[in-house]
């Protein structure tokens, strides 16, 4: 018996915090869905944060940068050696300044105790009895820093009771540690130890402030005077004596290098902040500061003496972060396109599981909907319910994050300030998860049970071309230049995400289109089949039997394998593009700048070239157009420079072939130009040609102004000196070499002329916005292979489970008398259809949208040629092939896994 | 209890539904009452529309045009929302299949205090009106299919719903579960609810006060008195005199034990012999788990017996008799889904290469089973009970020596059913052995022979 009534209260409710253990699956996908969501949006800020902190790691770890370079600096030249603060206050200057600067690093953030520099007197140095080396006149600057004498490889002797001379002058003198030294024949000095000179060693962080007077500063410059290193007051007392007097001077110098690190950017911006404070406080004379170090300008007078002043407070830490940002620009982009990506498989996943809340749930849907529950209310009992996972997947998520940046992320630090954004978006990650949920929950709902006007009537509505016109939308935005966007704070180019808008728009609209025709021909195509046999016949009646379904599958397989093929092809455009353009502006693997009078070269290790370029040459006549001039040496240029065939409808051989002539016009090609030029006017002459044969691009160009190529040797034939334009000063003229940069490079060596500059390949392409561009197409192309796998993937389960579902109809279809292979090749063909109508509907889309785009990413425009389409052939075929096998395999996987199924027990579960 | 009894009505009720293969005509221009306070049973042949009536009373489904009333409310003009409060306050609905009346972490007075509403209270007294006062804190899985069906309508009553609609509420029960739960439904009526139940069940419609017949959608008739449901004459079925010794197969002491996780042995066939003979409609009859759909997919070769053997005739191998020995026609019907109701049908002339030759045939077969109308439809677009006769047509497309069938009436009306048995009959008159297992004893007087299956033993019916 049941007595009477209960207490109220809705045990719906109350049970629906944990309602999901009973349903595993669900709880998984919800708990998987969550932490995806969290550890995507967690481990962007942070890998964001730590790879930016990797880059200043690297910037830092420059020798030619180092913890002092990235510090703060000031020196000050000329102080008197008794030179007080200012009138009235008879503290000296040196030892305001130490005071002060050291207590502006002991306020500044992630800096240290400052080392204290005094640069004085540059002196001749000889031998006591005034014996200079054989070598000739030799000298030394007296130098005195904190801890200098650490940072210096010493050779023998030490720092006590003397001086360090570097072994250039020891050498030199041939002195060693107890012998004494004379400083311009009037001051000896005892050697305390020698050491390495700078000048031959690698750079290192403690010296950067002074490379300028330490390193030679052109290829062929004589070593600058080496550094003395002596104590400070030594220094002081040894520059007074060698300048005689208390109103003479040396130069003062402090350093507060950075400390903590390895810093995380955040910090480095501290530091940066701080400095540009400082910086600019010191330069305000109405300042305390800006008047002790400023010291009253930057000139200085007296009754007889009138001097200059330098006052220099810097800090490298703004360009060291102007270059990580710049480069973290580059990593940026395909970054955040990876986290759109991650966002969106991680939400997909949320969806489905809300999704199959209500299809595996039907039931319980069902009665609830009959009951009287609407969407609100139901999405909000599935939102209670999934509550407790998602916020424990949401942690799981934010803890894998962290460990997963940690192990495979950038070793260096992320930024406290990323830290408590990856704990923030891991919150917003299970905030919209619950919102996804709820949302989507809300959706499935209505799609099933719901009776609106609305809902018939967007069932008609035609999606896919309103996905194609935004995609031609996008298009017209790419081609009115919406296709690189500026960043004048970084000084960068970066591409618009529309480049990867336009071909998932384009691709998905009409994937989605063609899908649709497709099943419509084969619907008609299977009215046909009535002779055929039974595979064809099932598999274009599976095809056609649903054909929402393999609209939805094949348009999901073509937009990822489009996508796919699109990055492919964009990579492939973008790195023909570059080379082709870096390899005309370089003329080959490496590029040596010479003097037009240097000799020729008549032997090299490496096939090697001669080429004169001068801009603005002319006029090409009768049209009066200006035009560039290339002298290239006809008879070598083949070997060495660079060419591409689409350069020109012919070889570089032909062309250069018809270049060489002793006679009549001079054989000219004519590269971007049109018309036909009979001559060409330059300040000097009138030299008539001949137009032998025309290029879109050519090994030297770099410009988009006409270029008249000519053998150099065949116009020297033709004009004198005075009317040889090559002779004019603004005309460059270079060796181009082929072969490896390295090997190219010490090979430099062997010229006889002297090089004046080199330049490779890989530096002209290292230029951000390629590196951005070429990294997020890779990003691209790798996710649509991913998503591609992924559907290949879930088409194969789909497959599984549909037949496993149908298990009775293909156990009593072979009783009938299909066979086993019949049944598997009925799956391959069904599959196969899928993915092959797929990618030929997918590729040919990724290819137009490549080919529409690919032209509007020109990363060198001043360079030709035009950007160049590349379509991945190879790429293809392989994957052609690839799904092919996958479509054979998969049959035989879901027709293994089909036959597996009990049919007696499925039958008794029946009963 | 409602306070009030409350009528419900259609007029000129039209539900289309659009399908890939193009309009299908529900209910095509329906009017009709249902009386306060009474039961009534709709009855039809499945397809007939009756589903369709239900779902647009209940709100469920919105009507293509036309009135429904419910008291003084139009349903067809209701928006979302109102639909929503008349489904939550005034029409309960109950689903065929009774597990689905219940959400399963819910015990049965949970699911009354739920359907009470947050601020009511639940009376549970009246599971003991209904004979279920004991099940009260268990969970609906506890239950048995009878006991679940009439917690489900004590559901509709606590929730105060004065209309409660249920759709074929003993469809999947035996004939002693049915009992109970339309006794129920009687003290439930009588309190004041109106009950409208779509069934196919003979015993529900003698208890209905009001029978309304739907055919094609359309309202055939609507009788006060109840019907023993012979509204269609099948004629004199005719019958071979059956050679015993010539069975076309036969199985000999059979026993099939099943061993469970967790140690637990059922034994669903105990020593059991048994033939079907050419000519002959033997069935066995049966409750649920009785053992009939073992013994069907033992014979089919679908399982292998634990003892006890399996001949055939002709040298058919047992262990994967061939389509042409045995047609089998299970209760998951095994359509293919990616085929139409006609294409499926000939589907296996179309394996053995006999299209042509049986075209005619099957075309005449499609007829005689009443799915001439929905040949073109895939079997999703049709009701279960035209898919149920769609597999049986199937099994008849080529001659075989066996038929088996489990269950081929479970979702027909009288005269569906009649129409089943007519053409197995003709299947037996051209020299096919068919063994049907079903637990409806109406079907009975169809079968030449009757063997009763219980706790997995059989034994022969002395009716019979």
Known sequence: ?911 | MPNEPVPARCIDLVKTYRTPTGAVHALRGVTLEFEAGALTAVVGPSGSGKSSLLRVLTGIDRATSGDVWVGPKNVARASARGLRRLRRDTVGYVFQRPSDNFLPNLTIAEHLRLAAGSNGTADLEILDRLGIGHRAEHLPDELSGGEQQRAAFAQAVVAGSAVVVADEPTAELDSESSKLVMDGVRTLVNSGVTFVVATHDGAVRRLADEVVELDHGRLKGAHRTPTDGRHVSGGRIGRLPVDASDAAVSVHDLTKVFHHHGGDVVHALESVTFDARPGELVGLVGRSGSGKTTLLNVIAGWERPTSGEVRWRDGVDAAEPPWSAVAVVPQKLGLMEELTVEENVAYPARLAGRSEERSDHIEELIGQIGIFDLRSRYPREASVGEQQRTAIARALAVPTSVLLADEPTAHQDAVSAERVFAALRRAADAGTAVAVATHNREVIKYLDRVMTMKDGRLEENPRT
């Not at chain 1, 030394?140 to 200098?148: P, W």
């Not at chain 1, 004494?180 to 690698?202: F, H, M, N, W």
């Not at chain 1, 394998?561 to 990579?571: E, K, R």
Request: glycine content about 10%.
């Open chain 1, 1 to 911: 018996m049941v007595k009477g009534r209960r207490r109220a209260g809705s045990p719906l409710w109350a049970k629906a915090p944990f309602a999901l253990v009973q349903y595993p699956g669900l709880l998984a996908a919800v708990v998987v869905g969550a932490l995806l969501l969290s550890l995507v949006a967690a481990a962007f800020p942070l890998f964001l944060s730590r790879s930016e902190s990797e880059l200043l790691r690297a910037e830092i770890a420059n020798p030619t940068v180092g913890r002092f370079g990235a510090g703060l600096f000031y020196s000050v030249t000329n102080v008197g050696f008794g030179e007080p603060v200012r009138e009235g206050d008879d503290r000296l200057l040196t030892e305001a300044l130490d005071e002060a600067f050291g207590r502006i690093a002991a306020r500044g953030p992630h800096l240290g105790s400052p080392i204290r520099f005094v640069s004085g007197a540059t002196a001749q140095v000889t031998l006591p009895d005034g014996t200079s080396p054989e070598s000739g006149r030799v000298e030394g600057t007296i130098f005195s820093g904190t801890e200098a004498e650490d940072q210096v490889r010493v050779v023998s002797g030490g720092a006590e009771d003397g001086a360090l001379v570097p072994d250039l002058i020891a050498d030199a003198l041939e002195v060693e540690p107890g012998d004494t030294i004379r400083l311009d024949g009037k001051l000896d000095l005892r050697v305390a130890g020698t050491y390495e000179a700078l000048y031959s060693q690698p750079r290192s962080g403690y010296w950067s402030p002074w490379s300028e007077q330490i390193y030679p500063q052109c290829f062929d410059c004589p070593a600058p005077p080496q550094y003395i290193l002596v104590g400070p007051e030594e220094a002081i007392s040894l520059s007074r004596a060698l300048r005689e007097g208390d109103q003479q001077d040396v130069d003062h110098g402090w350093v507060a290098p950075v400390t903590g690190m390895p810093l995380d950017a955040d910090e480095a911006r501290e530091v940066r902040a701080y400095t540009e404070r400082v910086t600019a406080r010191a330069a305000e004379r109405g300042t305390r500061l800006g008047r002790l170090f400023q010291c009253c300008g930057q000139t200085f007078g007296g009754s007889f003496f009138f001097g200059r002043r330098d006052v220099e407070f810097r800090s490298g830490m703004p360009s060291v972060l102007r270059s990580v940002e710049r480069r973290a620009a580059a990593v940026e982009g395909p970054l955040r396109l990876l986290l759109i990506a991650g966002l969106g498989v991680a939400g997909a996943v949320v969806a489905a599981a809300a999704a199959f809340a209500v299809a595996g749930r039907r039931t319980e849907a069902a009665l609830l909907h009959a009951r009287g529950w609407g969407p609100v209310r139901f999405a909000a009992r599935s939102a209670v319910e999934s509550a407790i996972p998602i916020a424990l997947g949401a942690a799981v998520g934010l803890a894998a994050a962290w460990v997963l940046i940690a192990w495979l992320g950038p070793p260096a630090p992320a930024a406290a300030a990323a830290q408590a954004a990856s704990v923030t978006a891991a919150a917003a990650a299970a905030a919209a998860s619950l919102a996804i949920l709820g949302v989507v929950t809300a959706v499935s709902f209505i799609r099933a049970f719901e009776v609106h006007a609305l809902k018939r009537r967007l069932a008609w509505v035609p999606w896919e071309l309103l996905v194609i016109a935004g995609a031609l939308w996008v298009l017209s935005r790419l081609r009115a230049g919406g296709a690189v966007i500026e960043d004048p704070a970084l000084d960068i180019s970066r591409p618009s995400s529309l480049l990867l808008a336009f071909p998932v728009l384009l691709v998905a609209g009409f994937a989605i289109l063609g899908a649709r025709l497709l099943v419509a021909m084969l619907r008609r195509a299977g009215s046909g089949l009535g002779r055929s046999s039974p595979a064809p016949y099932l598999a274009v009646h599976r095809l056609t039997g649903l054909p929402g379904l393999t609209v939805l599958l094949m348009g999901a397989s073509a937009l990822c394998l489009g996508v796919f093929v699109n990055g492919q092809t964009m990579v492939g455009s973008l790195r023909a593009t570059v080379d082709a353009k870096a390899g005309v502006f370089v003329g080959a693997d490496v590029q040596v700048s010479i003097d037009y009078a240097a000799p020729e070269q008549e032997r090299f290790p490496l096939p090697i070239t001669r080429a004169t370029r001068l801009k603005y040459a002319g006029e090409l006549l009768p049209s009066g157009t200006p035009f560039d001039i290339l002298g290239v040496d006809a008879a070598t240029i083949a070997d060495a420079a660079y060419w591409d065939d689409s350069f020109a409808d012919r070889s570089l051989e032909d062309l250069a072939a018809g270049l060489a002539s002793d006679s009549g016009p001079l054989p000219a090609v004519l590269v971007q130009g049109g018309g036909e030029p009979t001559a060409i006017r330059t300040a000097q002459a009138e030299i008539p040609i001949e137009v032998v044969g025309r290029a879109d691009a050519f090994p030297g160009v770099s410009s988009d102004d006409p270029v008249v190529v000519v053998d150099a040797h065949s116009l020297e034939e033709r004009v004198d000196v005075q009317g040889n334009p090559f002779h004019s000063p603004n005309a460059r003229t270079e060796y181009w070499i082929a072969g490896d940069p390295q090997e190219a490079l010490a090979a430099v060596a062997d010229l006889e002329a002297y090089p004046l500059g080199t330049l490779t390949l890989e530096e002209v392409k290292d230029v951000p916005f390629i590196k951005a561009a070429i990294e997020t197409f890779s990003m691209l192309n790798v996710l649509g292979l991913g998503a591609a796998l992924l559907v290949v993937g879930v088409l194969v389960v789909y497959l599984q489970a549909r037949q496993r579902a149908r298990a009775v109809s293909n156990i009593l279809s072979l009783r009938m008398g299909m066979r086993v292979a019949q049944a598997r090749l009925a799956l391959a063909l069904e599959l196969g259809a899928i993915l092959i109508s797929s990618f030929v509907i997918g590729a040919s889309l990724g290819l137009v949208a490549g080919r529409l785009v690919a032209p509007l990413l020109d990363p060198l425009q001043t360079i030709p040629p035009a950007p160049l389409f590349d379509a991945p052939l190879g790429v293809l075929v392989w994957t052609a092939i690839g799904l092919v096998v996958v479509a054979a395999v998969g049959a035989w996987l879901v027709q293994r896994r089909a036959s597996a199924v009990d049919l007696g027990e499925v039958l008794r579960v029946a009963e």
